[in-house]
């Protein structure tokens, strides 16, 4: 039986399904109609230990001061204390400068390229890291072709090959995939198994057989797999998501976390005034886990001017899912994100970066 | 009820992630929303408890409560009061369409442990733990599965031969 035909075929009819959903408030009255049975049972059992623990007590000790009656089943009271509180107002934090002394820099892991001509790669790579950022690459490649990535659990990514670019071996690093998150398929500390390959079938359309099907004999294109990391304290959490205290971009420059701001819960917009500076500053849109996958496009104003996203051209580019700006320093400005409404009950923030040595 | 907005962020994020596994398990998509309910309410009751990524907890409430359904059978003739309209596609091969029967011929057990390994791309280990038992049953579980699937094509392709063997 042949596994690449079983998972074809299982890929094929999962993508059948109806993408509707989830109905949170279908949900939550599912949850609420249990709560109430539980309860409903909870008091008639403890009704009945009552009840039993009378009579008992009537019967054993000869009066009416029975033991008291059997616990219940223990039920949830109160709200959960790993959720995201709810937040009247938006909130504020700032990064106290002895952060900065742990700080570490982000540097290159590894990375791997296909052997010349050769279609696939298949590498296993260590990180040590609390932090990684990768980039999958694709250079030379004949027209048509697509990158095919494969990590355990079932993860991967396909992309056309004239989409991607190796910037790894400068000193360039994602901004919030640094300092916000990391890649969506390579877990900090762990030992991963990647293969990689190209092939010629169509990424968008075909399924796990035919992209491996479509593995030419040999190829003209060079690809592989930059990985880089940062050992580096979380200084704060982020709705949701660990923000590391320093990181770089593609400018050379090192970038401080310095503040966080959250948007109050169910707001339409967050606005984060920046105090005139003598350094250029960076302000980043951060989404929280639940609009992870969601097509929600935060609108990022700086001084009353959409910031256009994605930009056309921009040294950031490819590397940010949600809009930034640079704020230049010398005058204060006026940053506001006009939050999309769905997907309901999603956490938004912004982190602010100030500009360090060069 | 108690506000667990996390729990609420969990669900808008892996919904359709776990929409698609219970689809594969149940082969229907009412069933497979009804399942992923069931599973995400056991989670909220549960939710306080459970630490780290709640994704493997909720994935095995998913296999153990289908696997449960499947030994009672008490929704096999529910009503549904919506009708779902699949995504348009093209029609599948026909020998996808012959392993695809013969999937859902596979008992529950089995089916889960083909739908971890091949859809869900788990490891033996991994689907092990998923599924709340040893690394041997999932070896067993497979290899009966796999020749499950072999003696069932076969017979699809040449009804004869199977009907005499």
Redesign the interface.
Known sequence: ?N?D???????????????R??D?G???A???G??RRRQGLAAVTASAALVVGLTIGTQLLGGSDGPQPAPGPTL???????????RPDQTEFLVPDSAREDASRIHLVERHQNQPGSPLLEVDVNIDEDRVANTYFCEGAEPGLWLVV?T????GQVSPCDGTRDLSWTRTLAFNRYFARNTSNLTPRTQHHLKIFVTTADGRTAGRRELAEGMPAETDARFGVSISGQTSPTVATLV?REVSVLGEGFDGRDWWFTRGVEAA?GAESLVVEIPASEADQFVQVVR???????AAEPDLRLDGEHVPWPPERTPYLAFLDDPCTVVPAGAPHTVEVRLPPE?????WAVAVFEAGEQ | MAEKPEFDAFVLARWHALLRTAYLLTRDQGRAEDLVQTALTKLWFAWDRVSGDPEPYVRRIITNTHTSWWRRRWWSERATDRVVELAERDAPAEETMDLWTALGHLPPGQRAVIVLRYFDDLTESETAAQLGCSIGTVKSQHAKALRHLRADIAMEENPAEGATS
């Open positions: 039986m596994p035909l079983i998972g074809r075929t299982l890929t094929e009819h999962a993508t059948a399904v109806d993408h959903g989830p949170l279908e949900l939550h599912r949850i609420a249990v709560q949830p009271t109160g709200p959960s204390g790993t959720g995201l509180p709810f494969r355990p659990g079932g993860g949701g819960t929280g886990p639940e609009a992870f996958d969601r997907p309901r009950g999603a956490n």
